[in-house]
DNA sequence: AGATAAGTGGACCACTGATCCGAATATATG
DNA sequence: CATATATTCGGATCAGTGGTCCACTTATCT
């Protein structure tokens, strides 16, 4: 690559990544070329398609999600570890309004950009569930993909400005929903506001 | 209103019903305009937004829902008629796809056409809810905007074609965490298929 | 320095929801 | 029945979207 083109990919990558944190990942991307100071076109052919734009962008973070998954199968109890990653899956798609929905679409979809890390991600929770599982610690007639269901619509809810605010409380309901129950009380802090309607 | 108007105004909405069907409420409202034979300036006059078209359209579906857990008060145990409920609030969205997007957006919205609609099910969901939690059968920390946000994560995972085959499953998982657990077993039926991954 | 391959971005396309306004039409009145 | 009027209609238009094309510029290598 000839390097004014990677000096203009990266001052690209830099100004969606503020334009998404601002707007969410539905930003027009006509709009982080105006900002960036360069064609449209110019945008589309470094970033094929957005899920392509947000690939680049979020790569670190899924690698880092992953890194995070292993570290904890070793440094802590399975159903903490498990609790944890999920809590950290689901905060960590705060930062990126509207990915969810994507996230959704490709963990089937071989041709999307974000397929490989999606199908990563769900590697990874699985194996956590995995283990919790063979000490009871998790119901056993879930699997990885149930997980990133899971995941997937608790990280949608907080996408959701009129139903974000429950999302804390409910993430706790859903995880108890997966331990078994154990050791669910110390896992799972339930000190979330009462019931207000 | 004229009579043509309203002629026009119901042929619209027939033509409306057929496309939502088909293609889903995101369905372009050129295309039905075209499919009925009318501008769209016709469509937009009879319902001025997408949320407007869609209350005419789902409007005795939330009379039926809300028909529906009124009749459940009465003639079945309390946590029978919310599992019950909340299957069918679930299943029908499946009628209508996308149309959870909106809901979680009227429900906070009081400009949206689908606002009150929404109000109305929530409120019915909190009856039944409160019902349950009285014979302890329910976890007393939820309340009818907990439920409401849990039934449309349910009916958006139903939503996601990728996720829609363990939308039923999870249905169960989620219910039995709203369960306090003594008669979670019969009334929740888990049968789904096993983890299989 | 010149040849050549690579990168660029303005102009365009089809599409979206939305709005305007002259034309068509149903209804009410003479 | 004929005319007047108020209502409804829909094509034209607008700003916005993602996407594609291609003449032009520019960096790089010989």
Redesign the interface.
Known sequence: MRADARKNRDHVLAVAGAAVAEHGVDVSLRDIARRADVGLATLLRHFPTREALLEALLHTSFEELTAKADALETSASPEDALVSWLRDCVGWTTEYRGVT?LM??A???TESALHASCVTLRAAG?RLLTRAQAVDAA????????L???I???A??GD????AS??G??FD??A???LTGAAAGSAVD?G?T????
């Open positions: 929905v959704a679409a963990i089937e979809d699985a119901r056993g007639d879930i699997d990885g993909t149930d990133f269901a899971l997937a619509a608790l949608w809810l959701q400005p009129s139903l429950r999302a409380h409910l309901v859903v108890g929903a997966i339930g979330a009462e019931g207000s309607p």
